[in-house]
């Protein structure tokens, strides 16, 4: 072997709970993977729900391309063909976070994305840490009872319905724009994954507006119970933020939630990648 050739080390997936969670270990992104590597992230990913990559210095290009080692990266809205790469600034201190709620990403639309890729551009030098749940393990952890019932349920959301409760959306003519721009949709409360076969419970605190077919009272004490479920700490885990840190999570199978304590300024870069219609039980 030559003196100048460099030694590429296994990926190796290493578990960081026993519901979910994974690191792996040993990827370079700003280098091609190859196939058996793009495999192994992407078996990681469903066996665990949430994958981190550590310390990834790289550029706009190369995040575009680990996205689509997963599936399609969408494009702008004018741009269909442009991959698109979301950036968020938060401010240190800032209590009016619109992440720090449990949800999946997307509910509100007729097809959500199945994955978010989130990178730390510059992460916050203490807190804004994220938490993931598995909502595989939370469905599992229901009753044979509670199971049963919230089989054949549906539930409504909305993208007005989610933005109406901050504070700076409060305008009635922001909420009309946003509810014709996004019309209500309908999601099973039980979800099946379209890869695994796994039965998700899909309902969250965030986007949920009620169940379909219940009376308010019914529909809030059963929404919190299933709430309830999902914040239950056995089915989560927790990631602190470093500056290239790459999460990438299955919207099809896990929740998540912000905490809104980072002392600092933090940019974080996101991107999706497209999914299918939520099919239920």
């Given amino acids: 072997m030559s003196n100048s050739a460099v030694l590429v080390k296994p990926l190796e997936v290493v578990p960081l709970q026993p519901a979910i969670g994974a690191v792996v270990e040993n990827v370079d992104l700003r280098r091609p993977q190859s196939e058996d590597e793009k495999q192994v992230l ?119 319905f989610i933005i109406s409760r901050y504070p700076r959306f409060t305008d009635p003519k922001i909420l009309e724009e946003q509810a014709r721009r996004y019309p209500e949709v309908e999601q099973p409360v039980v979800r099946i994954h379209p890869e695994t076969g796994a039965k998700v419970l899909y309902t969250n605190d965030s986007q949920t507006i009620d169940i379909v077919g219940l009376d308010k009272a019914e529909s809030v004490a059963l929404l919190r119970d299933l709430s309830d479920e999902i914040k239950r700490p056995e089915y989560q885990v927790r990631w602190k933020w470093s500056d290239g840190d790459i999460a990438v999570w299955d919207n099809r199978a896990v929740q998540h939630y912000g905490v809104p304590d980072h002392m600092g300024d933090r940019r974080m870069a996101r991107i999706s990648v497209e999914g299918q219609p939520a099919i239920g039980a």
């Fill in 42 to 160: 992407r078996d990681a990913l469903l066996k665990h729900g949430v994958i981190f990559l550590r310390a990834q210095a790289i550029d706009e290009e190369q995040f575009i391309a680990l996205g689509q080692i997963f599936g399609k990266v969408p494009g702008f809205d004018d741009d269909p063909d442009k991959p698109r790469v979301g950036y968020q600034q938060s401010v240190g201190g800032a209590k009016d976070q619109a992440a720090n709620v449990w949800h999946s990403d997307g509910c509100y639309l007729p097809i959500p994305p199945a994955l978010t890729i989130l990178r730390a551009v510059q992460a916050s030098p203490f807190g804004g840490d994220t938490c993931f749940s598995s909502a595989v393990a939370a469905y599992a952890g229901l009753s044979e009872a509670v199971q049963q019932r919230i089989a054949k349920l549906r539930y409504r959301s909305s993208f007005a």
